[in-house]
């Protein structure tokens, strides 16, 4: 079993916060600070996009739309990847998964559901 498992979404107002957190399974987390890893998102009707990355070293690049308003971070002890995400927009509604990066095609799990509405 290798699926990443995401939580934290939900339901926020423009402009509110959420906390998204992703667990690394077993099978891979005695490798894991050696990972890059990645919060990817898709919405309906729309492809998988990367919108977040996290090095091994901790370098971290962003997507234009989310860049100054979303920030992930990494817990190697913990084996956590996690996503804050402010000023959210209705345009940020979307399932997100995270994957390391390059994606490892049986790692994704099911998501967790972010709904950005008034």
């Known amino acids: 079993q290798v699926q990443l498992v995401e939580s934290g979404g939900g339901l926020v107002q423009p402009g509110g916060s959420l906390r998204l957190s992703c667990k690394v399974p077993?099978?891979?987390?005695?490798?894991?600070?050696?990972?890059?890893m990645g919060w990817y998102r898709q919405a309906p009707g729309k492809q998988r996009e990367l919108v977040a990355s996290i090095s091994s070293g901790r370098t971290t690049d962003y997507a234009d739309s989310v860049k100054g308003r979303f920030t992930i971070s990494r817990d190697n002890s913990r084996k956590t990847v996690s996503l804050h995400m402010n000023s959210l927009k209705p345009e940020d509604t979307a399932v997100y998964y995270c994957?390391?990066?390059?994606?490892?095609?049986?790692?994704w799990g099911q998501g967790t559901q972010v709904t950005v509405s008034s």
């Open positions: 994957n390391l990066v390059p994606v490892r095609a049986d790692s």
């Open positions: 077993r099978a891979i987390t005695s490798t894991f600070s050696a990972y890059n």
